[in-house]
């Protein structure tokens, strides 16, 4: 493998531990099912909506 695809292959490997930790920090999971999203989400997102009329 060459240096390139090794940098690339880490890169997005440090690009996917940061989402999850960024995630688990939030008290978030995230869904393999990518067409339901996290309740506590909906809530927010719900929440968001209502303050902004």
């Not at 090794?6 to 990518?34: C, H, M, T, Y």
């Amino acid at each position: 493998m060459t240096d390139k695809k090794l940098l690339l292959q880490r890169f997005d490997a440090i690009k996917v531990a940061n989402f999850n930790e960024s995630l688990r920090l939030e008290g978030l999971q995230p869904n393999k099912n990518k067409a339901v999203l996290n309740p506590k989400l909906v809530a927010k997102l719900k929440e968001l909506q209502r303050l902004n009329g």
